[in-house]
C-alpha cells in the first residue's frame, strides 16, 4: 500500500505539472515524465496515447491557459506505480 510520502511525491508532480502548463515552463514539464511516459487523452474527439513529446513541442502561446481549471483524481496503484489523472 502506498505511503503518505508517496501520495505528497505524486501531488508535488501534479502541481508542478499544473503549474508548468500555466507558465509554459517546458523545463518543468518534462521533469513531471518518466523517460517512457505515456499521455493519453481526447484531441478534437480521437483518443491519442504516446509519448508527451509533441506536448512539449508546441508553441508557447498554446499552453497558456489562464481560464483553465485544472481538476485532478487522487492517484492510485497501477502496478508497482501511483499514477494521477488530470482533467
Not at 505511503?3 to 502541481?15: G, K, L, M, T
Not at 508548468?20 to 499521455?39: E, N, Q, V, W
Not at 483553465?68 to 506505480?81: D, E, Q
Amino acid at each position: 500500500m502506498p505511503s503518505p510520502n508517496d501520495y505528497a511525491s505524486v501531488r508535488i508532480v501534479v502541481e508542478n505539472y499544473i503549474k508548468g502548463s500555466y507558465t509554459a515552463d517546458i523545463g518543468l514539464l518534462k521533469r513531471c515524465f518518466h523517460p517512457d511516459a505515456l499521455m493519453s487523452g481526447y484531441y478534437r474527439g480521437d483518443l491519442e496515447i504516446g509519448s508527451p513529446q509533441p506536448f512539449f513541442d508546441q508553441p508557447v502561446e498554446t499552453l497558456l491557459s489562464p481560464r483553465c481549471t485544472y481538476v485532478w483524481l487522487l492517484p492510485w496503484r497501477l502496478g508497482n506505480r501511483l499514477t494521477a489523472t488530470i482533467f
